[in-house]
């Protein structure tokens, strides 16, 4: 048992350290040597596991299913004795239906082929999603006192609502608008859900939802991500799969799941609920999309998240390497002052918390300021409507812009 779990650490530590120079590659330093080539290959094979069946879809990606006790979470070493949670259970208490005609989750369902009973399907990882995806951190630190990720050179804006901070959540729910902002190779753009807790600089944090990001999918289309990290952004955590540590359950959805029709301008809108919750009876936090749990985080990952939340947070994120442009946010167009027609910008709806007893409740409206990092109205606005009068409740954004070369 102590050489395994001396093994384990071995290879966490290769993969920790191979992270380090795959933040230079990404940067455009392609000149790494033979062996962090050698080094690179090898983790493609760790993560990339033999399938028990491969297929591909419409659109290129290559599905593999593998063996659900064999996924790459566990060759995280704190998931060496984890119990797996094969049929997580999806809470139903407050929660209502969320069968509208405006969820596209009908058609992907249709669509999708699904794993052999026992095998998990994992989009299979490339070289550069890897070296993209593993080091490319989302948020500014108190070290570094810009809209600068760490490590890198990208830089991001964002546009958010959060219940008042410091009290004790257990998961997040909202229906977010389904977009397809137009952005260029070297941008992408959210929407999102943050789920933390602990000090900026330990802070543990997931976050998942939306995304356009060529990058880290190789086109422009609507996306299904994750992305994990349990000390502040700056060893732990990835995006997906990238890394140890998130646990796929579903046969068929899985991170990359791309998400069609999406809204149109002054037309037809689409969304579809996103919730990341904690499990009562296991701890873990449960990823679930258009009401069906892809999978989720062990709660073995986090210090300060294996208890609960502190921060909840609802908007978008829209980031560029250096000398790019900023790109678009929500649907590319500015929101308008008390406009309610969620038809024409970026939109989430029905934000709302998890109680302690696994209860879905709408927070305190009157305590849940607006969060913008640009002070200038031709890059990002962001409208907060809530409306309170039994048995009518309800709470909605308006959020996003074009973004543009003079976004400070």
């Given at each position: 048992m102590e050489g395994c779990k001396s093994n384990l650490m071995r290879e966490m530590m290769l993969i920790v350290l191979c992270f380090c120079f795959m933040s230079n590659y990404a940067a455009g330093e392609?000149?790494?040597?033979?062996?962090?080539?050698?080094?690179?290959?090898?983790?493609?094979?760790?993560?990339?596991?033999?399938?028990?069946?491969?297929?591909?879809?419409?659109?290129?990606?290559i599905i593999d299913c593998i063996d659900i006790f064999k996924q790459p979470a566990f060759d995280h070493p704190l998931l060496k004795d984890h119990?797996?949670?094969?049929?997580?259970?999806?809470?139903?208490?407050?929660?209502?239906?969320?069968?509208?005609?405006?969820?596209?989750?009908?058609?992907?369902?249709?669509?999708?082929?699904?794993?052999?009973?026992g095998a998990v399907p994992i989009r299979r990882t490339t070289k550069q999603e890897l070296i993209f995806g593993s080091k490319y951190h989302w948020e500014k630190t108190k070290q570094r006192n810009s809209n600068t990720y760490p490590h890198t050179p990208m830089y991001h804006h964002f546009a958010s609502i959060q219940p008042v901070e410091g009290k004790s959540y257990y998961g997040g729910h909202?229906?977010?608008?389904?977009?397809?902002?137009?952005?260029?190779?070297?941008?992408f753009s959210t929407s999102q859900m943050w789920i933390?807790?602990?000090?900026?600089?330990?802070?543990?944090?997931i976050e998942a939802g939306l995304a356009v990001y060529p990058k880290l999918f190789g086109d422009n289309i609507t996306r299904i991500f994750g992305y994990w990290t349990a000390d502040g952004y700056k060893s732990t955590g990835c995006f997906n799969i990238f890394c140890p540590g998130f646990v796929q359950v579903h046969p068929s959805i899985t991170f990359g799941e791309l998400l069609e029709p999406v809204s149109v301008y002054k037309g037809k809108k689409y969304s579809i609920p996103v919730e990341v919750y904690k499990a009562r009876?296991?701890?873990?936090?449960?990823?679930?999309?258009?009401?069906?749990?892809?999978?989720?985080?062990?709660?073995?990952?986090?210090?300060?998240?294996?208890?609960?939340?502190s921060i909840i947070r609802y908007g978008g994120i829209a980031g560029a390497l250096s000398g790019s442009p900023s790109p678009p946010m929500g649907n590319g167009h500015f929101p308008e002052y008390r406009d309610y027609d969620l038809a024409k910008a970026g939109f989430m709806r029905e934000m709302k918390v998890f109680n302690e007893a696994g209860e879905i409740v709408y927070f305190d409206f009157t305590k849940a300021p607006r969060?913008?990092?640009?002070?200038?109205?031709?890059?990002?606005?962001?409208?907060?409507?809530?409306?309170?009068?039994?048995?009518?409740?309800?709470?909605?954004?308006?959020?996003?812009?074009?973004?543009?070369?003079?976004?400070?």
């Open positions: 392609s000149d790494i040597s033979k062996k962090e080539d050698v080094e690179i290959s090898r983790l493609l094979k760790i993560l990339n596991k033999p399938p028990v069946k491969t297929f591909t879809t419409k659109y290129g990606d119990k797996i949670e094969v049929k997580p259970t999806f809470p139903r208490e407050g929660m209502g239906s969320f069968t509208t005609p405006d969820n596209p989750w009908s058609e992907i369902e249709r669509r999708k082929e699904r794993c052999p009973l909202v229906i977010m608008g389904v977009h397809n902002p137009l952005v260029t190779p070297e941008q933390q807790n602990g000090p900026e600089e330990q802070i543990n944090s009876a296991s701890g873990n936090w449960l990823l679930s999309v258009g009401e069906q749990v892809i999978g989720y985080w062990p709660k073995e990952l986090f210090t300060h998240l294996a208890h609960n939340a969060k913008l990092d640009t002070k200038k109205d031709n890059c990002y606005k962001l409208y907060y409507y809530s409306y309170i009068s039994k048995p009518y409740t309800w709470n909605i954004i308006t959020y996003g812009g074009p973004g543009g070369s003079s976004c400070p």
